[in-house]
Structure formats: C-alpha cells, structure tokens
C-alpha cells in the first residue's frame, strides 16, 4: 500500500476507533498496527470509513465490521455434533428449535450510513446480496428504520448464487434469502428464537423450516426430522436453546449432505486438505449408524457415484489442455452489482471468464466460469506422465 493511502486509512481508522467504546478495550497504537500489519482491512466503496477484521484478533473474531459508531461482531462459528444420543444433552439442558441449516452463504445485513448492505462471512461488502435483498425482503427498511440496531443474519441459496455451488433441492431457480438470527449491536447478542421468529413473521422474512420446541430428553421427533431431510438432500440442522439458560448452539448434518460435498469438492482434491475430506466420511458413517439409514449396496453405489461419476468427463478435458472450471449462473438488478462482483472476484484473485450476459425480463443474466489453475495443474502434470515419489 501507498504511504500516503496508508496515513489516510490510519486517520480514518482512529475515527472509527473514538467512535467505539467496544475498539477502545484495545490500545490504539495496536489497532493502527494491525492495520500496518494487514490485519485489518480498509473496506472500499461504502458512504462511511469502514474496516474488517481479516482474523480473530484480540478477542475481535474474524469478518468483525467496524465504522463510525458501528461495530458489528463476526459470524460465531457453530459447534457441530457427531452423535445426537449423546451430543444434544451435553449441550443442551431444555427445549430447543431445530431450524433447518440451509446450504447456501451467510449475509450480515445491515443499515450502515443510512444504506443497507450484505456482509460475508469474512466482511466483505457482498455485491449480489446487496443488490437482490429488495426481491425478497421488501420491508427491510421498515425493519431498520424501527431497529436500526438490528442486524439479520441470513443464508443466500439457491442455483443461481455466485459463490457455491450446493444448495437446497427444493429451490429450482434463483435464489432465496433464508432469515435465521437477528443480532441485537448494542449488547451483542442474538435474540431469543421466539423473539426472532415473531419479527420474521411480522416483517415478512423467508426463514428455514423451523421444528420444536423439542426436548433433549425426547430424540425420536429430531431423529425423524433428519431421516426426512436425508430422504430429501437437505443439510441438516442448527439446534437453538429457547433461551440461553438451557444450553449452547450446536449443529448437524446429514450424511447425504457429506456425500453431496465430497461430490462437489473431488475434482479440487489435491488442493484441499485432506482433513476435509476424513471429516466428511467419519460424519457421514456415524450418521448413518446412529438414524440406522443402513449400510447396503444403494449407500455404496450413492457414495461410488458421487465421488467418482464425473472424473471421466473431467480427465477428458484435461487431456484436451482444458482447465478444470466450475460455470455459475446469476441474476442481478443493477450493470454496476455485476462490476462490483467482478472487482470482489479480482480482489479475491479468483478468476473468472464471462461466457454469457444478457437483459431478460428486468434483470441481468450473466454466466460465468471460475476457473482453477492449481487444481488444473494437480491433474494435468499426472496425465503428462511426470513422475512422482509418493
Ligand atoms: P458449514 O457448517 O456449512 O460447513 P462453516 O464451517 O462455516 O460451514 P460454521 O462456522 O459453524 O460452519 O457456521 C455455520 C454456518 O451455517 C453459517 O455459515 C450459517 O450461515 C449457516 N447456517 C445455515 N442455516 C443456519 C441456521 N438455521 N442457523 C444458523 N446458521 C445457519
């Protein structure tokens, strides 16, 4: 960085910081130096001198956005549970809510310098989310305008999303904005799960299907829940305490939604961790032993094909000199969401290749493809024959 952007972003950095009693638990000469040191970033394009956290860093978790007057802590990573005979009462002392986990990725939204805006996981302003929330939470002005507090913590799913490429069975087309928290800044808490749903329902926000209460003494009614979303391919479940006095948070998936992502994450394999993929299959038998789903011929051919069924195609391109891609599909409301998309992508150094954009009925089409040299040259240097000692 400039030595002269960096001198800006640090004057704009200290009014943040006497602005916000919560930054003020740290000393000021470590937050400018954490900024020196990259770990917090200046967030281009907002009316407001904005920052996020790229790490947890003293106590500030990861994806943390920071403004004048406004300090919105990072998404909380869930616990997961591998078993719920023993898992659900250790967390949980009372009745709870299973909400139905949505897989899709996780917004903030936010009214910040009287403009509402989607922030990911990592704190980055979403440009999609940012430009699709009117279709589907029209009065979230309305919402803001009474809590301007509030943040809604929802999952952006469906077919047509730019980032992942799983998503509810049940969606077909588009997206959908899935409502499951509402983060209260001013104590920095979530709402309680009947709070939340009353506002959900009175300002028209889609939710994920919600069951329960449920008692952790009572498993059967939960361990239906699941049979049916294994029958169906959905992800699983978040497990809400109805109040905080009877327990903690805690997620868990079913085993198809294993399958489906060592399905999705095969042909990356030499890039990815190969805890990922251990994971996956330690998840995926112990849910299927304890929901006695069975371990017969259609598990295998189901776990068989999804690892496997389309390396053929995909060693075929390679061999061409083709690289391995993944095409997404999207819809947006505004030329500029789309640019923006394209900067984001830049700054995340992906790389994309545009293969379609057109107007249809009010909205921008476009198609792109993500394309991944490293996993690309993971395959190819095999199939040009080069040696290896493994
Ligand atoms: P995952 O569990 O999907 O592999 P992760 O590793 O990011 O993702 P966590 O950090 O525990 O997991 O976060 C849980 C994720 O589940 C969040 O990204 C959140 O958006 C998503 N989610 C989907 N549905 C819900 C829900 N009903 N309640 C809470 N979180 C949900």
Do not use: A, H, Q, W
């Given at each position: 960085m400039l030595e002269k952007e960096l001198v800006r972003q640090k004057e704009l950095l200290e009014e943040v910081y006497r602005s916000s009693p919560r930054l003020q638990k740290v000393a000021l000469k470590d937050l400018l130096e954490a900024l020196e040191q990259g770990k917090i970033l200046y967030i281009e394009g907002l009316s407001l001198p904005a920052f996020r956290f790229k790490r947890d860093w003293r106590g500030i978790p990861a994806g943390t956005v920071v403004a004048p007057g406004f300090y919105m802590p990072g998404f909380p990573h869930i616990p997961r549970v591998?078993?719920?005979?023993?898992?659900v009462p250790r967390y949980l002392r009372g009745p709870f809510y299973a909400e139905e986990k949505i897989e899709g990725y996780n917004v903030r939204l936010a009214r910040l310098g009287g403009e509402i805006k989607a922030f990911t996981r990592r704190g980055f302003v979403c440009p999609f989310a940012t430009d699709r929330w009117p279709d589907f939470l029209p009065r979230l002005p309305d919402f803001f305008d009474k809590f301007p507090q509030y943040v809604v913590c929802c999952e952006v799913a469906?077919?047509?999303?730019?980032?992942?490429?799983e998503w509810p069975p049940?969606?077909?087309?588009d997206v959908g904005f899935f409502c499951f928290d509402i983060l209260d800044l001013a104590s920095e808490r979530f709402l309680p799960p009947e709070e939340k749903y009353a506002l959900f329902e009175e300002f028209g926000f889609q939710s994920p299907e919600i069951n329960g209460p449920l008692s952790p003494k009572k498993l059967e009614p939960l361990k239906e829940i699941l049979r049916r979303y294994e029958a169906e391919g959905r992800e699983g479940v978040v497990l809400k305490p109805v109040s905080p006095r009877f327990g903690r948070v805690i997620k868990y998936v079913t085993a198809i939604s294993n399958v489906s992502d060592l399905k999705v994450a095969f042909p990356y394999i030499g890039e990815l961790d190969p805890s990922y993929v251990v994971h996956r299959l330690v998840r995926m038998v112990i849910t299927r032993w304890e929901l006695e789903e069975g371990f017969d011929e259609d598990f295998y051919r189901q776990v068989g094909e999804a690892l496997f069924a389309e390396m053929p195609a995909l060693l075929d391109r390679i061999s061409r000199g083709l690289p391995v891609e993944e095409v997404f599909r999207v819809r947006l409301r505004r030329e500029e969401s789309f640019e923006a998309l394209l900067s984001h992508f830049r700054l995340a150094q992906v790389r994309i290749e545009i293969r379609q954009k057109e107007w249809r009925s009010g909205y921008l089409h476009v198609e792109f493809a993500k394309i991944y040299p490293k996993a690309t040259s993971f395959w190819a240097s095999k199939l040009q024959g080069l040696a290896q000692i493994d």
């Open positions: 591998f078993v719920l005979r023993t898992g469906g077919p047509e999303n730019p980032f992942v490429s049940y969606i077909k087309e």
